[in-house]
């Protein structure tokens, strides 16, 4: 008796489930992008912040008018001549004293960055001057140089010389010019 009511349950079940089914006229479906969603190329171009919807004001891919990236601390000097000069005679280091570590890490960056050019004593006598890929690159012994001469070079570049300022933070920047000021003293 209990199998005849099992199965008389699982068909009644059966028959409630498939009689809602009809090919002619679908289910829903929940989440219908999930199922039908649009293939897009990955670097092909979009309407998404072009034209129509930037009159509306949607320019979501723009940073927020006058917004600082995190971090950034505004330098005063302009890419000028007359902006490397002022920096040269106003702008000081605000680093107060550089620790054991610190100054390490400063030699490193040094290494890494400056001295394939300058050398590792800052004589001007690196690697590339050796091998004659660059010629004509000074040795800080031979310059006037000052805290803020060297850090708006690392800023900016000057000559051909780039700009250090995407590889370096400021802070790290600051370290080298440091290293650069302890070199300048032993030549």
Not at 72 to 95: C, I, Q, W
Not at 96 to 106: F, P, T, Y
Not at 156 to 177: I, P
Request: hydrophobic share 30%.
């Amino acid at each position: 008796m209990k199998s005849l009511f099992k199965i008389a349950l699982l068909f009644g079940l059966a028959v409630s489930v498939t009689s809602c089914f009809n090919s002619k006229s679908p289910n829903y479906q929940f989440f219908p992008n999930m199922y039908e969603s649009i293939g897009y190329e990955t670097y092909a171009e979009s309407e998404a912040f072009n034209g129509e919807n930037q009159l509306k004001g949607q320019t979501a891919q723009e940073p927020a008018q006058g917004s600082v990236k995190r971090g950034f601390e505004v330098y005063d000097y302009e890419n000028s001549t007359a902006g490397y000069e002022l920096s040269k005679l106003n702008s000081k280091s605000p680093l107060d004293s550089i620790s054991e570590k610190e100054n390490v890490q400063a030699k490193e960056l040094y290494g890494i960055y400056c001295a394939i050019c300058h050398g590792d004593n800052g004589n001007g006598k690196g690697k590339l001057v050796e091998r004659e890929k660059i010629l004509g690159v000074p040795s800080y012994a031979d310059r006037q140089i000052t805290d803020g001469s060297v850090y708006h070079v690392l800023t900016y570049g000057l000559n051909s010389m780039g700009s250090y300022a995407n590889q370096l933070s400021q802070h790290e920047r600051w370290l080298v010019t440091d290293y650069v000021l302890q070199l300048k003293s032993k030549l």
